[in-house]
């Protein structure tokens, strides 16, 4: 089956799929390229980095790789992880025609990238669909067609009685393309050893001395007992959280409470280890019924607590 046609609706779905994955990882770029080498849709390039020329090296490159599984007897390669000193790439299946190809600054995780790209990809692979449901009988087989801007073959315009105002295709891309990392959370089977949840800290005991040891020839006497160890007090107006990672803290929990470090001055990140006494914030309970995939807040500013939701990506970065 070759490339469905596109219509204006289907760009804007896509473009909001892209402008939310870069907004979400802190990626510079993303595109969507036909495995001919096509570009189909991009966000975040500029002329210093022709996409044109990057969309055709990217698919290339892909191929090979898939061709590379071939003789390893895998099916496929699902994905393509390139890792350099300023910045890195992640190449991602869509469907049989296509791929997502994302530009990052190398300081970002890459476990992050993927983690937003994966609803990325089923938005945009939602969206070909519902292209091809459209026009059944409609397609390009781009890999024999010699086009400068394969934009131009589709249709930039819906027909009569197809037409959806921007005002409404915009946030249904939204909706469809990236959820906000908030509440949600990819139910897979836990990979790696649950976490354990830490226990909420207890106060210290008061501490109290030991009798003195009798003192020759004075009578006997008993010390004074030492006053009770006194918990810092807790400020009128709470400190402000710690920037514990610029970006979250993705984990795959199982079933049980954990307790979610506001303060950002854990040693246990994302969970609470006590560091927050004396700082007036206090640790966020999270009642996980299943195991599940949770990207927590790491920079302690989420709206969500305790789920990212993006906010990292806004705050200024330290002079350098």
């Known amino acids: 089956m070759g490339f ?3 219509i204006e609706e289907d760009f804007q779905r896509i473009d909001a799929a892209l402008k939310a994955l870069l907004a979400q990882s802190e990626a510079s770029a993303a595109m969507l390229v036909e495995k001919a080498g096509h570009l189909i849709q991009q966000r975040g390039l500029d002329e210093q980095f022709p996409p044109d020329v990057l969309a055709t090296l990217a698919s290339n490159a892909f191929n090979a790789v898939q061709f590379m599984a071939g003789l390893l007897q895998e099916d496929k390669f699902p994905g393509m992880y390139q890792q350099g000193e300023k910045r890195s790439t992640l190449m991602l299946n869509v469907d049989e025609n296509c791929i997502v190809v994302i530009i990052f600054p190398a300081s970002v995780s890459v476990g992050a990238v993927r983690f937003y790209a994966a609803q990325t990809i089923e938005a945009i692979a939602n969206q070909i669909k519902i292209a091809q449901a ?4 409609v397609s390009f087989d781009l890999t024999d ?3 400068e801007n394969v934009q131009q073959l589709f249709q930039r315009k819906a027909s009569a009685g197809q037409t959806a105002p921007a ?4 946030p249904a891309a939204g909706e469809a393309a990236v959820e906000t ?3 949600a959370a990819v139910e897979t089977p836990a990979a790696t050893p649950p976490t354990v949840p830490p226990e909420p800290p207890a106060a210290a005991p008061a501490v109290e001395q030991e009798p003195a040891p009798a003192v020759e020839p004075a009578p006997v006497q008993a010390a004074e007992p030492a006053p009770a160890v006194v918990e810092p007090p807790e400020p009128e107006v709470p400190a402000e959280p710690v920037m514990a990672k610029r ?13 979610w470090c506001s303060c950002g001055r854990s040693k246990k990140q994302p969970f609470c280890d006590g560091s927050h006494k004396g700082t007036g914030l206090k640790p966020l309970e999270v009642d996980v019924q299943a195991i599940k995939r949770i990207a927590f807040c790491g920079c302690k500013r989420t709206k969500n607590a305790p789920f990212c939701d993006g906010t990292h990506s806004k705050l200024p970065r330290p002079a350098s």
Do not use: F
């Open 181 to 183: 990392a908030t509440a």
């Open 247 to 259: 970006g979250p803290y993705i984990e795959t929990v199982t079933k049980g409470v954990y307790w």
């Open 167 to 170: 005002s409404e295709a915009a």
């Open 4 to 6: 469905p046609q596109l």
């Open 145 to 147: 067609l010699d086009v």
């Open 134 to 137: 459209r026009a059944p009988t």
